[in-house]
């Protein structure tokens, strides 16, 4: 699971670079990383471009640093990280004002640690700060105050990765059920031949092949419309069935947990995955968006379509 967090999080600091260099390449090239070499990926700090530093460190040279101060919480492979791309504000209010900038953690005044969550141990989920650290103008992404852009285009793909994940997990704890519910007797009787037991898993199956269905489709389309096509038309369906796999995959942890009993609530044994599983639902349910903002996006996105 380790290595699938990973591979889930590896495309969401990287377009973002790819896109803000495309638009306009500055002095200093996305270095070609050896595999040990992740990135971090956070949002929303403060930069400023000649300042005077606190801390008594010395004046930087006007225009060709950014000072950067600011903190973040649950930076994905934050601890394990040697570069970090930030979104840091450079001008005024809103989006207009953000700026990507690739800071290396070997820049004074980076530091991070570990965060003990519930589920997801081996993301390494770090909290970050950044204090007036010294970054070069070339570590700058794109035009200044145009990084915001790079970003959302990203997010739909996030979010499909989080979705094949969910999708796969509820699958897991369907197929567990099953096995476990075939071998388990109580009253003298296996438990998939209690009824109550086969409507779980009757409502479990009916969930999991109709997200995956929709999840088939949505792939399908992905690969098949242009960049600029995907971002028009699968915004609004992506984060629906973001939504909708994660509200599958809670559905069957918990339905699990209920089939397997106290096993469920002990680690390790035979219950060992649904107990993990369980524990890692609300890490997909709250990154990428809530469920409660994905429906909300979902729906504006339809009346946006609808009004072109």
């Known amino acids: 699971m380790g290595h699938f967090r990973w591979l889930e999080h590896w495309p969401a600091p990287h377009p973002p670079l ?36 606190a801390h008594g460190s ?35 209010q809103g989006m207009a004002g953000i700026s990507l900038l690739l800071i290396e953690r070997s820049m004074p005044g980076v530091t991070t640690r570990q965060m003990k969550c519930s589920g997801v141990w081996a993301s390494g989920t770090t909290y970050i700060t950044f204090e007036d650290v010294k970054v070069p103008v070339e570590n700058l992404f794109g035009q200044e105050n145009r990084g915001f852009k790079a970003i959302m285009i990203n997010f739909n793909h996030e979010r499909w990765g989080t979705i094949v994940q969910a999708t796969r997990f509820s ?46 489709l949505v792939t399908h389309q992905m690969c098949t419309m242009t960049p600029a096509e995907q971002r028009e038309r699968l915004g ?58 994905m429906l909300d996006l979902g729906v504006r996105q339809a009346m946006k379509r609808a009004a072109l």
């Open 236 to 293: 609004g369906p992506i984060a629906l069935m973001k939504a909708q796999a994660t509200k599958t995959f809670e559905y069957c942890a918990r339905e699990a947990a209920q089939i397997f009993g106290g096993l469920a609530y002990t680690r390790g044994g035979q219950g060992a995955k649904v107990e993990r599983l369980y524990r890692e639902v609300r890490a997909y349910a709250i990154p990428a968006g809530s469920e409660e903002i």
């Open 18 to 53: 790819w896109l803000g260099r495309d638009e306009e390449p500055s002095g200093k090239r996305l270095p070609v990383w050896p595999q040990e070499h992740l990135l971090g990926h956070h949002r929303a700090l403060r930069g400023k471009r000649c300042r005077q530093p």
């Open 58 to 92: 010395q004046k930087v040279e006007c225009g060709k640093f950014y000072i950067v101060n600011g903190e973040k919480k649950w930076i994905t492979n934050g601890v394990f990280a040697d570069y970090f791309t930030v979104a840091v504000r450079t001008g005024g």
């Open 171 to 216: 699958r897991v704890c369907l197929e567990e059920s099953i096995k476990y519910a075939h071998k388990r007797k109580t009253f003298g009787k296996r438990l998939i031949d209690h009824p109550v037991i086969r409507e779980k898993i009757a409502n479990m199956a009916r969930q999991v092949e109709a997200t995956q269905s929709w999840l088939e």
